[in-house]
């Protein structure tokens, strides 16, 4: 009813008719169960939805995040990943382990690729976790070396929430970085980016969106 873990190189694909993907962690809204997908893992939908959040189902989705814990401290982490939702949407919502050692990041994405193509959106929405009293860097939306893309008109929405409470410093809204690092929409697909940084006592550290070495 936890964690969600995708081992290296499993793979969830259809050839022939749409397959939609819900993965729900945290299904018993205990308030910690996050979802990994680790090297050479994927979901290819073949134009079916595919949804990864938490919490009790709504409609047959969930109703909230993925949350991280013991096992990952990312709430939806992907690692050499990929998503291929061809003409369907992809919906990613996490949010990071509320522990004091900081880096709690709500979605992280390291070396993997999010795409889709036709005129549905990618959306991605992360709250950074950790603790008051804690170390910093606790980011709500973290593009690492990663690509998210579509190649229809679909739009792209990001939105990341830094801890508001933490004085560590580094708890961005959304950081985009690392060579290689794309967000990018085609056709007519709208391109956006929210972010809210975290304890304003740390300026240019807590900053809402932080795009470094990377393409948008």
Do not use: C, E, H
């Amino acid at each position: 009813d936890n964690d969600i873990s995708f081992s290296s190189n499993a793979v969830i694909s259809s050839t022939s008719n749409k397959l939609g993907v819900v993965l729900d962690a945290d299904a018993d809204a205990s308030g910690a169960g996050s979802i990994v997908m680790n090297t050479g893992s994927g979901i290819t939908s073949n134009g079916g939805n595919i949804t990864m959040g938490g919490g009790a189902l709504a409609g047959g989705l969930p109703s909230g995040a993925a949350v991280g814990d013991a096992a990952s401290v990312y709430g939806v982490y992907l690692t050499g990943a990929t998503l291929s939702a061809g003409a369907g949407s992809i919906s990613m919502n996490g949010t990071g382990d509320a522990g004091a050692a900081g880096n709690n990041w709500g979605v992280y994405l390291l070396n993997s690729t999010v795409q889709n193509s036709g005129s549905n959106a990618i959306t991605i929405t992360g709250n950074g976790g950790g603790a008051a009293a804690g170390l910093g860097s606790n980011i709500g939306v973290y593009v690492n070396t990663s690509t998210v893309k579509t190649t229809g008109n679909g739009a792209i929405s990001i939105t990341g929430t830094g801890n508001s409470t933490n004085a560590g410093g580094g708890n961005r809204g959304i950081l985009i970085s690392g060579a290689g690092a794309l967000v990018q929409t085609g056709g007519t697909g709208a391109l956006t980016l929210y972010g809210v940084g975290g304890n304003t006592t740390n300026g240019l550290t807590d900053n809402g969106v932080f795009i470094n070495g990377s393409t948008t």
